[in-house]
């Protein structure tokens, strides 16, 4: 019998591709195009296992066209939205991901957001690069401090959790909603508030670290922001479908809202063009997981995932 073959939809960092040359035959992308749901089918019609990015939108349509032989399918990435994982049970196809891989990564850079968002790292940015710095003044690019502050973290899952730890460290109180109270948390003086709502009112600062889903999409509307607090900063990980980038940009410009940190946009890489003017918005392009070392974990827990369903072994991450 021949090795199992892989297809790797993008371009992975080289110890995870080594891996997968290593152990199956190798199906890679090494130019990193984005394939069409036909290029995708192609590629896949001898393959046992896919490992996918969030990139890849698996749909149910895609799903019914993939190969009998396709037995599991693991993405590169914590969230799994990009992934019909019903339509997949349903064929016998294995869903996986990677949680818990990227916690760190993102919740330094939410802190990154955070104090770029409240420290006006972008303006400072620009002022230096432009030479336009004319010397220290005692009223120049005044941000706003941590300490007293209540930080509001909307998911407080691995992420959130991981972002509570630091923010704590930063002196900020710290307030989360959830869909279960977590004793832990609050244990060390994390306040639970049942309804999002109530999270809002006191978020000075809100941190948004839950899955998106058809329920949470644009859940920071222009009814949500009209709750938080004249001057609160809005900071973003988890995914732009969120936020209603209309209301947070119509906030920022009237500086109802202080700033704005915000790692993922809905339409990445596309963006709306109006938070490039906005010298309150602090941008990354989704860098969350953006370290080496984390790329290669994440890399060699999907592929533990693949090798697990292939050798008959239980699944290490399922969906
Ligand atoms: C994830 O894991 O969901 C990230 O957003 C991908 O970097």
Redesign the pocket.
Known sequence: MGRSIVFVTRKLPPAVEARVARDYDARLNPDDRIYTPDELIAHAADADAMLI??SEKITAALVERLPARLKVIST????YEHMDVAACRARGIVAAN?PG??TEA?ANIAMLLMLGAARRGYEAQQMVRRGEWQGWTSTMLLGVDFVGKRLGIFGMGRIGRAVAERARAFGLQIHYHNRRRLPAAEEQGAVFHEHLDDLLAVSDILSINAPSSPETRHILNADAIARMPDGAIVVNTA?GDMVDDAALIAALKAGRLRAAGLD?FAGEPQLNPAYLELPNAYLLP?L???TIETRDR?GFMALDNIDAVLQGRPVPHPI
């Open positions: 990015c969030t590169f990435s914590v969230g990677t891989a990227m993102t995914r993922v989704h969350g997981s953006a994440m």
